[in-house]
Structure formats: C-alpha cells, structure tokens
C-alpha cells in the first residue's frame, strides 16, 4: 500500500492553538496515519509518495457552516426562490461547492436551499460524479407566518420551489420534519426570527416555546441536527433552550439565552459577513441602501457586545460566511469571516482557525475533519504565509498552494468565466419612480434605432 508523506514547515494540528515545526504527516487511503517529527517519521518506501512543504504552513481544511449554494449570487428573495428551474439551481449549486473548495473550504453546511438542491449536489460528490467539498445539507427551511421565509403577500403564499416551507401547526412541523427526515437531508432548519414587535422587544419569535421545543425533539429523535435563523432576542432564547444544534447569528442573544445555550450544547454561527459587506461597499444604486445599512449597523453593534459575551463564556462559535447573496459572492468573500470575528469579536487568529476547523466538526455529516490527527480524513490547506500572523492572508488566492481532500489534491484552476441565464433574474426594471420632477433633470436620449438593437 502506498502512502503519501507530506513533510510541513509549520503544522497546525487544530489540537493547540500553537503550531508545531518540523513535522511530517502520513497518508493512506485517504486517512491520516501518522503525525511527528520529520526526524522521528518513518522512512518512506519506494512506491511511497513525499511531499516537500517544509517552507509552508500547513493546516486542516477549512469549514464554513453557512452557505446557501442554490442562492447563486442572489440580489433578492425573488431570485432566490422564483427564478431559474431547480435543475438549473442544481448545476450552479455544484459550480459554487467548486468555488468555495478553491478557496480552502473543504466541508460545507447548506443551512436551507430549494427543494433537495444541495442534498443532490452533496450525493454526487460523495458518488464520484464530480468533484468538490463535503456538504452537510438541510432542505427549505421550516417557517411560520411570522417567519423569515415567508417572503411574499399571503395572497401569493409560499411557492414549492422556495427555500422556506410554511408550516401552519405543531404537527404539520413534525410531518414536513419526518418527510425531510426521509429525503436525506442532515439538517432541519427553523426560521425563528418572526415580525418586528414594539421598540423594547425587537422581533418576535416565529415559533413560541412549545412549538419549536417539540420541533427540535422529533429531528434529533430521527438522528438529524437542527440549525435557526434567529437574529432576535426571543428566537435566539426560546432555540438555545429548546437544544438546537447551531443558531445562526445570535446577534442580540441574552444573558439568559447564552445560559441556556452552554446547559445545552447549543453553538453559534455568527455569520457577520453580510452585515460587513453591505455596510461597507453598498452603493446609493441598490435598491436597499437608504435603509438596510443603517440597520446592520446597530445589528452589528448588538452583535459585537452579545457574541463576545456568548464566546467568553463558552459558546462555541462556528465560521459560516453566508456565501450565496449578490454581497457575499462564493469564494470571493468566504475567508473574511475569520477577519471579521478577530477585528470585531475579539478572537485571536488561533482561535478563529479553530472556528474554522475543530469547532464544527461534530455538527458534520462527516464528523472525521478538522484536525490533523491519526484517523482523521486527510483534508489539507497549504499556504505560503502563516494565517496565525495575519489572518487575512486566509482571503488571498495566492496564499493557497494546495488544497488536500480525503489524501487528493484538489485542482484549483480557475473555471472560464460564467455568465448569468436570463432566467436567474428578476425582472428589476428601474431604480427610481420617474415623476416629471426628475426627468427635468434628465437629457433625454434619440429615438433613433442603434445599430445593436436592431
């Protein structure tokens, strides 16, 4: 039997938050078989493989907890729930695993996606079909009236193809939750930030107490995890108490809410990197940026002083990026996460890879990553320069030298440029109302035919 020896000039192992210098890493059949000192590894065989990374720093593969791989770059809820074919999300959902392993993600969670999107691209790498990372998976999320998937009027209700699924009483929660149970999916996810109430109570929790109590009971009776979408006080409260697996973002969560996320094992995926990104690159041309900025800016301010508080007293915090929107494109942005919980949450660089790496680990479908120890999978991440020293080089392509999965190395070539089908789009025709008051300040345009639109 071959092996691959693989000599580091730095290892982090994800077991201390120092790494180690000098050591060699032994693969076999896609395992970790040994880990130590170059000087103490065996000596390799002749059909063995060896490595030379010992001016390189090497460390487990990374792990975003959040990415919406059928989202496809989204500028609107509409398109993420309304246009292009599930088939079509499908394919560009296995596009976007692809980008997110090009950038050092070797294991996904997709959190919520349309109909069984992700769960099929999941099912066809782990088949051999095509390449890319390991994907934990839920389907549509779990949602109320109140709830955050309930996107359009009650009229129009919630289309089959969305990403949320209304579910309108405690059993037709537990039936949606036993037939996705069934389908495969790994994760069931709960949307549990509800309407805004008055100024002293902020949102409303989607689901009351018992409702999401006994929800989180029959998905852990079936073996899957549960993961919320709860920004707010209540929702992020009545999840941690309820025992979910992972809260998604948490950005107001109490005293009382941390209290009972530690009795509970309960993590946190801060998830800050939309909030960032909008405040600091959204343009007057967006539709949004008279009003949504200025709100992230007080979510962000909550968050910075609550998940502090959560992680200082023992909280698992868990990187997830929220890939998938117009503002958090795959690949491009991902690695900024772990900029952003060390500048603004106050981790440093070592713990913020272990958010990355170790944290996560237990809430996978594939529990065998995120360190490097014998019996673990062999996912690697070679970088040129030291994350530890500066954590932003995890952002630059260049710092990435290899990228190992399961003993394999990852093609990083980039993919020809795609462009967008007309299908992805809704059909935004205007930014503005066009009252007689502004187009006095318009020149207008010939009306003669161009040559391009003829």
Known sequence: MSRTFIRCGQLFTATATQPLRDQTVIIAKGRITHVGPTAEAPQPAADDAVVDHSTRFVM???????????????????????????????????????????????????????????????DAIECGLYPGPRITSAGPALTSHQGLYDYYPSWIGSPAVSSGLLVKS???????????AKDGVDMIKIAMDGTMGDRSRGLYAAFDQDEITAMVREAHRLGRKVGVHARGIEGALYSARAGVDIIYHGSRICSEGIAAALDNGTAISPSLLMLVNNIQYAQPE?????WWPNIQRKELDAARRCLAAAYEAGVPLLNGSESGFAITLYGDWAAKELEITVDLLGLSPAEALLSATRAPASFMREQRIGSVEVGQQADLLILAEDPLHDIKRLQDPACI????????K?????????????????QGMWNRRYTRAVTAGITPQSLAITPSAQ
């Open 60 to 122: 487990p593969g990374m792990v975003d907890t959040h990415t919406h791989l059928s989202y496809g770059g989204a500028a609107s809820e509409e398109e993420v729930d309304l246009y292009a074919t599930l088939e079509f999300r499908t394919l560009r959902a296995l596009h976007a695993s692809q980008s997110m392993l090009r950038a050092g993600f070797t294991s996904l969670i997709d959190p919520a996606c349309s109909g069984m999107v992700s769960p099929a691209v999941r």
């Open 401 to 408: 030298t290899e990228i190992w999965l399961a003993g394999h």
């Open 286 to 290: 967006d539709p949004s940026y008279s």
């Open 170 to 180: 405690r059993e037709d929660a537990i039936q949606h939750i036993r037939r996705q």
């Open 410 to 426: 990852a093609d990083l070539t980039p993919p020809a440029p795609a462009r967008r089908h007309a299908s992805e789009d809704s």
